[in-house]
């Protein structure tokens, strides 16, 4: 008789994203359960990741996001201790997480991303921001952005040089590294892929002054999802396309979305995100379920997809 697989669904965590995680993973465990797989919740908040093995599961469901649970860190775990999980892999999570890394990787790949500068804190007490500035070409507005740090948590758009050096002041004393960009207007356009098919892109209008964390994740805060972006059909096959090559070029598995600007004619991407929600308000699902692929399917979907060597 065929046995249904054992899932360990892994939420929570200590990020800053915590919340959020956990969200994520209720509403996974939900959709799994009508999928009548067992079912363990493990919250390494609350008990060492050491104990993961001993709960004898078939896959991992990781849930996580930010800090510990996206960069590369759990995923290095999940291949040492030889359980097949879902999402990215160490290598391409720690790359799409760094900022810094994938606008490297993104530039050598000719994908277009704003002009930015990195700062470490072994050049934050002797750095210059205005030669800084002025020798990367930004212009106003700037933003300045955790380089590792995801759900626009700590990002400060800067319209003048007092702001953006009160903002330096305040992160370095939280973070150990920074980017610094161009601020780019026009539309916010985020794509979902699925495996290698980018399978859809929404158009966000937040009526805050950017999709911040808020707007993410808060009803009240009242974002406009545009699904399918109101682009020409033209530009919405390229930025499928572009979020393809992204998605290729970090060596992506299983679901992932890509964030970008569309300003006078040209996508920004500004990143990959290897972990994105699946909460009531997230996008991945919202855009799935436009393509008729339900939140079920879907994680039905990249149970199956689970694997090692990611």
Not at 39 to 45: G, M, N, V
Not at 296 to 305: A, E, F, I, Q
């Given at each position: ?29 939900k ?7 067992k ?9 060492p990741i ?12 990781n849930?996580l ?106 992160l ?88 970008f600007r ?27 379920a436009?393509?008729?692929?339900s ?16």
């Open positions: 008789m065929y046995k249904k697989k054992k899932i360990l669904v892994i939420l929570g965590g200590t990020s800053k994203e915590r919340a959020i995680s956990i969200d994520t993973g209720l509403a996974c465990i959709a799994l359960k009508k999928l009548k797989y079912i363990i919740k493990f919250d390494p908040k609350l008990a050491s104990d993961i093995k001993k709960n004898k599961a078939d896959i991992i469901f849930a996001h930010g800090k510990g649970g996206e960069d590369g860190t759990i995923q290095s775990f999940f291949e040492y201790i030889g359980l097949p999980y879902t999402h990215s892999g160490p290598i391409s999570s720690m790359l799409a997480m760094n900022k810094y890394f994938s606008k490297k990787i993104f530039i050598k790949n000719k994908i277009i991303t704003p002009k930015y500068f990195y700062l470490n804190k072994i050049n934050f007490s002797n750095i210059d921001l205005k030669k800084e500035i002025k020798k990367n070409r930004l212009k106003f507005p700037i933003v300045i952005k955790p380089n590792q740090e995801g759900s626009s948590i700590g990002v400060n758009i800067c319209k003048n040089y007092n702001f953006l050096n009160s903002s330096f002041r305040k370095r004393k939280k973070y150990d590294d920074l980017i610094f960009e161009n601020y780019i207007p026009g539309k916010e356009i985020q794509v979902a892929n699925i495996g290698n098919n980018a399978i859809g892109a929404i158009e966000l209008q937040p009526k805050r002054k950017f999709y911040d964390y808020d707007a993410k994740y808060k009803k009240s805060s009242n974002t406009r999802h545009i699904m399918p972006a109101d682009i020409s059909k033209k530009k919405y096959k390229e930025v499928l396309k572009i979020s393809e090559k992204a998605y290729k070029i970090l060596k992506c598995k299983g679901i992932a979305r890509c964030d569309f300003y006078k004619d040209k996508f920004y991407l500004l990143e990959v995100n290897t972990q994105p929600g699946m909460t009531s308000l997230s996008l991945v699902p919202e855009i799935a436009y393509e008729n692929i939140f079920t399917k879907l994680v039905k979907w990249m149970v199956n997809n689970a694997s090692l060597n990611r």
